[in-house]
């Protein structure tokens, strides 16, 4: 079992910055690859940035390529999403993920063993 929980969200203009942060427990968190989702009203859960478990492969949604950037600190066993230039159509709640699939980085939500609880970020414009 793996619990997450998400900090870091909030109401910014456009433009603006924010920093995302996901803080795991319980099993060994580095052997996860880790993923953030998010959420509009009235849309679906769509993919937003992924970090394999050795940090050496990321991938993300062609939205937010250039803007937002996923790290971890395998040590303090937390991924972040460092989102600049936030658009009004970022809003949404966050959610991040983890998948004990190893292989390769997964964009799918279904393919996510745990999830947080989420935390909202309302980009006004």
């Known amino acids: 079992q793996v619990q997450l929980v998400e900090s870091g969200g909030g109401l910014v203009q456009t433009g603006g910055s924010l920093r995302l942060s996901c803080a795991a427990s319980g099993r060994t968190f580095s052997s996860y690859s880790m993923g953030w989702f998010r959420q509009a009203p009235g849309k679906e859960r769509e993919f937003v940035a992924a970090i394999s478990w050795d940090i050496v492969k990321t991938s993300y949604a062609d939205s937010v390529k250039g803007r937002f950037t996923i790290s971890r600190d395998n040590g303090k066993n937390t991924v972040y999403l460092q989102m600049n230039s936030l658009k009004p159509e970022d809003t949404a709640v966050y959610y991040c993920?983890?998948?004990?699939?190893?292989?390769?980085?997964?964009?799918?939500?279904?393919?996510?063993?745990?999830w947080g609880q989420g935390t909202q970020v309302t980009v006004s414009s």
């Open positions: 993920a983890a998948d004990d699939f190893r292989l390769l980085l997964q964009v799918r939500p279904a393919a996510y063993d745990y």
